[in-house]
């Protein structure tokens, strides 16, 4: 066995960096909320290539002593807490004292500062570790500090940060929850000598959140202000009509720190309890303010994850400031509407209706046009029952009429006969028969199909076949979605091009999955390119999914790939394949057509030595004829 060994200063200041400075967002998370602690009105963030090669953060907040400057530096050196008992109620968002240190260990950090009370600032520069300058300098009141070459003597770390983009968009995502977090701090974000956003610092949430979102995401929030005992919940909350497919729109804050806590989002949840449908998520902006010594959030090193003391009360505030919000907001739309239809009735009637009030036998308004009455609709199919046999499975027809009735309109100036010419052309009704799975072309088979005949369809979910001496049973939408899974994974998928291109607004860490992972989602069937800084177009979707759900699940598809580490990366991949092809299968309680019912029939028995869809539900299930004669008692 080896002996034991002191770590030298600079190994031991690179392994605790590691836990400190995880990539260039890390250094940015933790400047920033040394301004916070520095009690700044104003924070400007700029950032080159994804951070890695430059990061400046500049303040005005109340600076360093020159005595103190070359302290900062030092490991666990702060101005935030001074004995065991502060641990108790900490206030402020830094106090363990590493960040300097530690950002200074993996890079060139320079640093000028200046106090109200001094005349001369201070600059100073450490690279790696070892200070290389150090003088007075003149200088605005407060900070900045700029990181140059972020991991320049840690190899093994840079290798791991992903394209410069990416390391952006995780930045831009720290400096949009820092903005919201601090309503009263003007927060200004550059990124490659381009503005992002600049607040106002007017202590307005919704000022704030209309500067880092967009006003279409503003405008659909509803103010939150809620007292119950020692707790105060603050902030905006999405009406109704403002949802996500997941959570990545949800931030919460405690006493203006940005936390991650499950016990929120579920109060959140439980807030909007029948309000939204299911799989639809609300946004919010919530702080939540109690007293220091009611929660611990010294409890990981990122600091966003707290503990406690009473967290049924905590639950409690939350959902009653969510729904109080919310019931308002309702009676508000009610009033709105309320006046909205008061006004139209006291908008003055024209003069001829006024006439027509007074004395209805003398003045008669005829209408411009008199709406054409299509004819009685005639269903030529039978009354669907639990049980469908393939011979009942027939069309409806609309009956079209052969020539429509013209009403004279006086009012154009298109020639008349122009009118009837058009109006009067027959109208040709086309019903198209479309199988939803194509089966294969007859050079393209390679597995035997055996012999079936199909019996019918049961609770319109399930194909029943007979085939040699079995009953089968197939479930319609898992044997679907396997075999759209397998052709989206051999093949890729078929897009369908829009006519009306979808813009959809992402979260910065959306944006930076997309940038990832956009040639993934261009084989699952999604075009896309980029639309501004923090919004993609998307020109084409999968096949056979709807128009209506396609935006929801490409943004449900990024999400799940959040979070996800490089291993985890092919799983998530194939995760998002077979939602795809779960949301394009055919859904149960669909009649089919006896063509639609082949087709389908034919493709499951080409899935050789597969009988689950991709979640593992079996896609049919038999009864041998033993198995049936033995329960009729025919075979003892």
Known sequence: MKRINVLEKSVAEKIAAGEVVERPSSVVKELIENSFDALATSVTVEIEKGGTSYIRVTDNGVGIFSEDV?????????????????????????????????????????????????????????EGGETKDYHAAGCPLGTTITVRNLFFNTPARMKFLKKDATEAA???????????????????YIRDGKDIFFTPGDNQIK??????????ISSAMVEVEHKEGIYTVTGLTGSNKLSRPNRNMQYFFVNNRLVKSALLSMALSEAYKNELMIGKFPVCVLDISLP?????????????????VSEEEVYRSVVMAVRHAIMKNAKDENKLRQAQNAFKTAIETPKVIQEALKDPKNVVVKPAFTPIKPKEVKEVTEKRSLFTPVEKVKKTMVSTPEELPIKKIEALTVKEEEVRAIVEAPVKTEVKEEAVVTPPAENEATIEIPDFRIIGQLFGT?????????????????AHERINYEKIKNEGCMKQTVLMPATIKLTAKEMAVW??????????GFETDLFGQDSIIVRAFPSDIDYAD??????????????????????????????VACKAAIKANKILTEKEMEALVRETFSLEGISTCPHGRPIKVKMTKYQIEKMFKRIV
Not at 207 to 216: P, S
Request: aromatic share 8%; with cysteine; net charge negative.
């Open 207 to 216: 000022n704030t959140v209309r500067a880092v979102f967009g006003k279409d």
């Open 70 to 126: 070359a302290t900062a530096f030092l490991r666990h050196a702060t101005s935030k807490i001074e004995k065991e008992e502060d641990l108790e109620s900490i206030a402020t968002l830094g106090f363990r004292g590493e960040a300097l240190c530690s950002i200074s260990a993996v890079s060139r950090t320079e640093m000028i500062t200046r106090t109200q009370s001094e005349e001369m600032g201070t600059y100073m520069v450490v």
């Open 462 to 478: 399930y194909i029943i076949l007979e085939c040699d001496n079995e009953l089968i049973l197939i479930d319609q939408h898992a």
């Open 170 to 188: 995780y930045i831009t995502d720290i400096c949009q929850r820092a903005a919201l977090s601090h309503p009263e701090v003007s927060f200004r």
């Open 292 to 308: 220091w010594d009611m929660v611990d959030v010294n409890v990981h090193p990122a600091k966003t994850e707290v503990k406690f």
């Open 550 to 579: 396609g935006e929801d699940l490409l943004i449900e598809l990024i999400g799940s790939f959040l979070g996800q580490e490089k291993g985890a990366v092919s799983l998530m991949r194939d995760k998002a394949i077979y939602t």
């Open 515 to 524: 940038e990832e992972n956009r040639e993934f989602f261009d084989t699952v």
